[in-house]
């Protein structure tokens, strides 16, 4: 929330609030409500007590005499604070005031009265009520009070992007619009006047953890006096949201909403020591914040000490012990930089989100402190009574220096579409604050508080959004560098969405993470990729399979009655990589079905098997020209032992499939049962038969041959297949099992598996001598083989 005028002081343009908020609006800084400061204010006016008489039978309210510059009024009144000689705001009979409340005539006790002494809450200015809102002794009586306070303002309220910390401050947005009008921002100016003796003397800095907070400044001001604040600092944090507190509190939460650095001031005399030291907190230590809850902390939490305990959180919230009263006379002042990520860390651990956190884990300019504290200083000096100490205290071990970033005029223009020239383009980058030199390409240097710019296309943007989108051209075809043909990957992946949807799949999308305990039941043994800082302990895991989370959505629709399910799901797993903090990510593909087929006309709902997820990957393998494809017993932890198989392409490993084992199923709440396949895409595209070839229908006719075997129950059939493949050569055109058969009419212990096999040579017809040759070898070959008995009837 920041105030118009106070936008128009900081930027000299006249345009209206509307016109303001659209063209913020239209370059990313988005407006989202514009509210009238005043609006509870139409016929409210300055008005004197000069006198107060009781209320005959009530003793909590009086009579009050109000001077209205002229005219008088007697005015009902029961708040604890009025008192002859205030001047005060009078709601006249008609006023519209906060909480739908209008101003009638009533009477009390007998007693007319037709206007009302009002609250901050019932002005629309605060949410105080605990007595009425006191007006400055200069206060003219009789005039409008939006004009006496100059209230006749409007709010405007921005809804801010993460990466946009600069935006949390009223320079920051002023800069904005500096940039869109043409004109530079008019911070400020003032002069600090310091005394001889030297803080540096007085005060000493530290920073034990410079990673978690890379500077540290601090300045001394002295012989302060405590007191309100005058109205124009109070009207500033009142229209920004902010409650006034006292005059240093205020200073320090003003010149946070003005430059967007928060600050923080320390009662000297209680601050325990002469010296500054910065660590992170101890396991278990306690710490007491400003407002009065204990904390035991932990190592998250980066702690602002005085050598020996801590006297705040750094960049969250400061410390019950050396807060400011009404008592204080020496100020230790602080202004620093705090890493975002370690600020996220320790107020989530604090469950604690304030005004100085929110700009910190937006990343705050390291290289701003100097102008934020001075200012500060300079307020307290003016406004307290202060004396600032000579010189900043300044612990800046590392320094952050601006980056510099090239820009190419002719890739922004092509990026764009525009073209734009490049003097337009260095008046907008100038506008911004970022120092330009060359013309092309242009060497830019981005100021500290853009983090957010890290490379050419950030800059680029920076030029469309002041340039305006609206002022880049409609393209009517597709051009330029933005236009990205698909890769192999994606273009796999859309095929794959065309042929299982067609297949009667639905496609799920998760989010990745699991509980590590869900992830060990899946996967055994399998590395893990934990994160640090979970949202949730339900997720603290990223997957290293797809059938963790496919089994939870599974699980989450039979909860809620979908029983029948046909699923596929294209997405990564999570891997631990080369060292701390690193991982790898792969492609995946799982397909499950449970429950039944859908009932149509031309066919009855049947329960869905093994065969419905081995026939979805055999249409993908036909599609894909994957030759090689098989499918091997091996025994997978999340499958039934007896179906439980490895899919391979030439003999390198591409995944599993089988059905998911009871054990498994009864972890995710499943009463029924579930067929899987996970498959790992990257070695699957390397199988991919790219180069499609075709040829030409058959001349010769088939000789095709069926045989039947009868061979041990441990002889697998694909063994049987292989060998037929071997025996035959390319006269095999194709071989298939048709039928397998265990029942009274074989032995036990043996199982019978009918193979047919379909004969053709290019070259000529087969007689029947040939193929019967051809069988009597195979067949010698697999008794000796497998020990197998042909079957002839």
Known sequence: MIS????????????SPQEMAERLTLCGTACEYIDKADRYMDRVVVGKVTALK??????KIQLATVDLGGDGMDVICGAPNVAVGQKVPVALEGAKLAGDMVIKKVKIRGVESAAMICSERELGISDDHSGIMVLEADAVLGTPLAEQLQYDDYILTFELTPNRGDSMSAIGVARDLAALGGTEVRRPSFELKEVSAKASDSIKVSIDDPEGCPRYAARLIRNVKIGPSP?????????????????VVDITNLVM?????????????RFGSREVVVRRAADGEEFVTLDGERHELVPDVLLITNGKVGVAAGGIMGGLDSEIEDTTTDILLEAAYFDPAVIRKGRKHLGLVTESSSRFERGADPNGIPYAIDRAAHLMQELCGGEVLKGIVD???????????TLRPSRCNSVLGTSIAVSRMKEILQGLEFTVTGDDPMKVT???FRPDIEREIDLIEEVARIEGYDNIPDAVANIGPLYTPLGRLDRFKADARHILTGSGFDEIVNHGLVHQNQSSLVNPGQPQVKLTNPASEELNTMRNSLVTTTLNVISHNLAHRNLDLCLFELGKVYFPGGGPGQWVEKERLV???????????????????????SGAVDHLARHFNWSGLTYRPHRFSAFEGDLSFQMT???IEMGFLGKVSAKISEAFEIKQPVYLAEVELEPLLAAEEVRKEYRPLPVYPAAPRDLALVVDQSVKAGDLVEVVKESAGDLAESVEIFDLYTGKQIDKGKKSIAISINYRSDEGSLSSEQVDQMQKALVSRLKKNFNAQIRDK
């Open 231 to 247: 109205w124009w600092l109070k009207r500033k944090l009142l229209t920004s949201g902010v409650r006034p507190i006292s005059n």
């Open 649 to 651: 392409v030439d003999n």
């Open 4 to 15: 118009y005028k106070w936008l128009k002081e900081l930027t000299g343009l006249d345009w």
């Open 395 to 405: 612990c800046y071990p590392g320094a952050i220096e601006p980056k510099e970033i």
């Open 446 to 448: 981005v100021p500290t």
């Open 591 to 613: 397909l499950a079905v449970t429950g039944h087929s859908p009932h149509t006309w031309r066919s009855r709902p049947r329960p869905y098997d093994f065969y419905d997820v």
């Open 54 to 59: 009781p209320v005959e039978g009530a003793a």
């Open 257 to 269: 909403l003005e430059t967007g650095h928060p600050l923080h001031a320390f009662d000297l005399d």
